[in-house]
T-cell receptor, first 116, second 113 residues
Framework: EAGVVQSPRYKIIEKKQPVAFWCNPI?????LYWYRQNLGQGPELLIR????????DSQLPKDRFSAERLKGVDSTLKIQPAELGDSAVYLC??????????????FGPGTRLTVL | AQTVTQSQPEMSVQEAETVTLSCTYD???????LFWYKQPPSRQMILVIR??????QNATENRFSVNFQKAAKSFSLKISDSQLGDAAMYFC??????????FGGGTRLMVKP
């Protein structure tokens, strides 16, 4: 079974440029998460989707960040324009609703973004 | 608000020995879940072990076990018979709101041959 797929693995851009990250969750997983992981720190949740609905985006900087999950499958996270402080690893995760209050999250390999 | 604290930035263990990684957390909820994740240099987070707060029995997964002290809000991870492949970043995480993970800052584990 394929895991969570993310692309690209690495991205280097200049500040003020736009950038987009793509995530394909595990087949059948209805919940999708985007995290940001700064160097030497733990991941922080940016947004969580239940199917195609964003149910928690309180940590998403809405002035420059946007996300979508059309058709409730794969998802795109966009930054426009990028700032130096956006340099980080962006992780995508997915989980299957098994009726538990907390379902295991499966993570992708992440996209390492460097903003110059 | 919930917080997770890992006070050991780095730990080192000799191959085949036992090591314990510490984690403390704060939450006002009584029903929550705790996790330990492993992140190797490839960056892919892998679930190591999970603990439901309402269960008194400590979770175990092969060489990995936890010491869950609910009153003290402590959740340590013990790795027995350490192997070279155990070398990685280890993150403690708390879910007290339903599929909403809060991570600690991580502990880098080095395994010496």
């Amino acid at each position: 079974e394929a895991g969570v797929v993310q692309s690209p693995r690495y991205k280097i851009i200049e500040k003020k440029q736009p950038v987009a990250f793509w995530c394909n969750p595990i087949s059948g997983h209805n919940t999708l998460y985007w995290y940001r992981q700064n160097l030497g720190q733990g991941p922080e949740l940016l947004i969580r989707y239940e199917n195609e609905e964003a149910v928690d985006d309180s940590q998403l900087p809405k002035d420059r960040f946007s996300a979508e999950r059309l058709k409730g499958v794969d998802s795109t996270l966009k930054i426009q324009p990028a700032e130096l402080g956006d340099s980080a690893v962006y992780l995508c995760a997915s989980s299957e609703d098994r009726g538990r209050r907390s379902n295991e999250q499966f993570f992708g390999p992440g996209t390492r973004l460097t903003v110059l | 608000a919930q917080t997770v604290t890992q006070s050991q930035p780095e730990m080192s263990v000799q191959e085949a020995e036992t090591v314990t990684l510490s984690c403390t957390y704060d939450t006002s909820e009584s029903d929550y879940y705790l996790f330990w994740y492993k992140q190797p240099p490839s960056r892919q987070m892998i679930l190591v072990i999970r603990q439901e707060a309402y269960k008194q029995q400590n979770a175990t997964e092969n060489r990995f076990s936890v010491n869950f002290q609910k009153a003290a809000k402590s959740f340590s991870l013990k790795i027995s018979d350490s192997q070279l492949g155990d070398a990685a970043m280890y993150f403690c995480a708390l879910d007290n709101a339903g599929n909403m993970l809060t991570f600690g800052g991580g502990t880098r584990l080095m395994v010496k041959p």
